[in-house]
């Protein structure tokens, strides 16, 4: 019951009062709404101009002929996920692959050569240079995000990161060509500031694209 509660603190089981309850319930979500535009507004004024480096970074990679390469864990991988598929499904079809979607690679990777391997090795048997890397952590320390990363840098691939709180390893100088950092502890906030972020950058993306703009 502890954890139910952090998660949702409004429903105390003690209460008999239903429309209490609901008036707590309706506060809850109000917060969390001005919490995710408070976070949003705060992504948009610390990365603005990063995000249009990574809208450009993808354009002459599509135009070069080059793919993107999404991954995540979790919730994280939906995200990955959603970019493959608003590239891939879009007026005008882009090239790109989701490494979570290939499930027997992925179980035969993390039961054969470990976990953290599990996008580095698609990263090498799919990666070329010029291709984009787009991972996404909430904390920026994701041992296999990361590794995918470095290999990526190793072949010749672009980089592209979305994380959370204070950037973790992917903040580190170099560690990736572009960093998107979502500036709060809670994971749920940081993936819808995520979300915003990325969406925004592909539709800078797609603006480029049909101006045929650098």
């Not at 249009?52 to 999404?70: C, D, E, H, N, P």
């Not at 499904?89 to 035969?108: E, K």
């Not at 290999?151 to 672009?158: K, M, N, P, S, V």
């Not at 709180?165 to 170099?174: D, F, K, S, Y």
Request: aromatic share 6%; glycine share 10%.
């Amino acid at each position: 019951m502890s954890g139910l509660a952090d998660l949702y603190p409004f429903l105390d089981s003690s209460r008999a009062d239903a429309d209490a309850t609901l008036l707590d319930a309706r506060r809850s979500a109000l917060q969390k709404a001005d919490d995710i535009a408070a976070l949003r507004m705060a992504v948009w004024e610390r990365h603005a101009d990063d995000l249009v480096t990574a809208a450009r970074l993808l354009a002459r990679s599509f135009r070069a002929g080059g793919k993107v390469l999404a991954f995540g864990n979790g919730g994280s991988a939906t995200d990955g996920r959603d970019l493959v598929i608003d590239l891939a499904s879009g007026p005008h079809p882009l090239p790109a692959i989701d490494l979570t979607q290939d499930y027997a690679m992925v179980t035969a990777v993390a039961n054969d050569v470990g976990f953290d391997k599990i996008f580095s090795r698609q990263i090498i048997a799919h990666g070329m240079a010029g291709d984009v890397a787009v991972g996404f952590s909430t904390s920026g320390e994701s041992r296999n995000v990361n590794e995918a990363f470095a290999q990526a840098r190793r072949q010749g691939l672009r980089t592209i990161g979305f994380s959370g709180n204070q950037g973790g390893r992917m903040a580190e100088p170099g560690f990736v060509d572009v960093l998107i950092v979502a500036p709060s502890p809670h994971n749920t906030r940081v993936q819808e500031a995520q979300a915003t972020a990325c969406h925004t950058m592909l539709a800078m993306l797609r603006a480029l694209l049909c101006g045929d703009a650098e």
